[in-house]
């Protein structure tokens, strides 16, 4: 049964701390999605990659946040810095050919940020 | 301002009583229109994708619909199963995606 793994599932950290979630795509998916979801925003594209480029990352603070795909199996979504308002669950979504295309959606890293 | 707004924010059916959810949008040329569904405590399911004004597609009890400024999702004789919060969003020629804030839908037996 193919599915998106996520690592850690629930996080809670302080204020100050790197935080780094890890996304396990579908083996064969050459799209990657990082989304982040909170009752405030709702859910918000953050960064996406096609064949491990990074395609698009205008939804995710530069300041602090980075995403990287260091080989096909994995990818990471770091925070550095950590601030309160980083506080959601983030979704990792992977899938094949264009982001057009049906995505699958792993089970999300709920982060807390005290 | 590229936006994209759902509503009614909430809908509650009785099982087998057809309705539509609405998503309007407003994006600086339209590229993709995708539908959501997500259970609670789950990460969203993808649902179907329209790019063009008059397309239609169809997933058993769902249809969505397209034209130039808003999508509706069809739901025909729902059941209890069917309970969920659907998100739309669009994507925009700048590749920018545009989330509404769901509609949550209860069916109830």
């Known amino acids: 049964d193919a599915r998106v793994t996520q690592t850690p599932r629930h996080k809670v950290t302080e204020m100050g701390q790197e935080v780094t979630m890890r996304c396990q795509p579908i083996?064969?998916?050459?799209?990657v999605f990082w989304y982040r979801q909170t009752m405030m925003q709702g859910l918000e594209l953050l960064a996406y990659f096609r064949n491990r480029a990074p395609l698009d990352d205008s939804g995710m603070p530069k300041d602090r946040f980075s995403a990287e795909m260091p080989d096909a199996t994995l990818a990471t979504l770091k925070i550095q810095p950590s601030e309160p308002r980083d506080s959601a669950v983030y979704f990792c979504?992977?899938?094949?050919?264009?982001?057009?295309?049906?995505?699958?959606f792993g089970p999300g890293t709920r982060l807390t940020v005290l | 301002e590229d936006q994209v707004t759902q509503s009614p924010e909430a809908l509650r059916l009785q099982e087998g009583e057809s309705s539509s959810l609405n998503c309007s949008y407003t994006?600086?040329?339209?590229?993709?229109l995708f539908w959501y569904r997500q259970d609670p405590g789950k990460g969203p399911e993808f649902l179907f994708t329209l790019y063009s004004a008059g397309e239609e597609k169809e997933k058993e009890r769902l249809k969505a619909t397209l034209t130039k400024k808003e999508s509706f999702l069809h739901i025909t004789a729902p059941k209890p199963e069917d309970s969920a919060t659907y998100l739309c969003?669009?994507?925009?020629?700048?590749?920018?995606?545009?989330f509404g804030t769901g509609t949550s839908l209860t069916v109830i037996p």
């Open positions: 979504a992977s899938g094949f050919g264009w982001i057009y295309n049906e995505q699958f």
């Open positions: 994006v600086s040329g339209l590229r993709g």
């Open positions: 083996l064969g998916h050459n799209t």
């Open positions: 969003a669009a994507q925009n020629t700048g590749n920018q995606f545009y």
